[in-house]
């Protein structure tokens, strides 16, 4: 009888413990990721790299997005991972760079700020539909006016839940930078 009791007694406690879990997990909302501008790669690379190993048209884009994480949770969030995939809107599907933060937390009904280090690579080798001539108009080496490039990008945050669960959701984003690239290095024609 006694051990029906403690059986009893047992089972309560975890169906109340299991209860308790869904109904936290159902309180929780997912941080919200909000892009506040440009800054320099806080890796310290430069915004223009000639990378003439891979060809002599070869290039990489390197800047920092300043992000801010919005936490609206009673309990702390801690990204496994904050991970960005690239896209020149010429070719949508095929990356062409990003960027990736590891181990971030943030504390409950908290904004957290930060400069995440992002990369666009344009490789003759791999080449995309349009991107380097776009790349060359926007930046008013070919005779149009010069203006912000467009770089679309993935947004994927991996948050532990709890400590536990990792919860993982991709967020597509748009980012106008302006040209890295002095157009007075370059000459078109002859």
């Not at 003439?52 to 990204?79: M, Q, R, V, Y």
């Not at 995939?85 to 930060?114: C, D, H, R």
């Not at 990369?119 to 203006?147: K, W």
């Amino acid at each position: 009888m006694w051990i029906r009791c403690f059986c009893c007694i047992g089972f309560a406690g975890i169906v109340l413990g299991l209860l308790l879990l869904a109904s936290l997990v159902a309180l929780f909302k997912i941080p919200t990721v909000d892009y506040n501008g440009l800054a320099d790669d806080p890796t310290g690379a430069p915004r223009f790299k000639v990378d003439d190993a891979l060809a002599a048209t070869a290039f990489e884009i390197n800047l920092g997005f300043k992000l801010g994480i919005i936490n609206p949770n009673i309990e702390s969030a801690h990204f496994e991972s904050l991970k960005a995939t690239a896209y020149y809107p010429t070719a949508p599907k095929q990356p062409v760079g990003g960027g990736q933060v590891n181990n971030l937390s943030i504390n409950p009904y908290s904004i957290t700020n930060f400069t995440f280090p992002f990369h666009v690579q344009y490789n003759p080798n791999n080449e995309t539909a349009g991107m380097l001539q776009d790349i060359v108009d926007r930046c008013g080496i070919s005779g149009f006016p010069a203006r912000d490039i467009t770089v679309l990008y993935d947004l994927t945050p991996t948050v532990k839940l709890f400590g536990f669960f990792p919860l993982s959701l991709t967020i597509r984003r748009q980012a106008n930078i302006p040209c890295p690239i002095d157009s007075g290095l370059f000459h078109v024609g002859s």
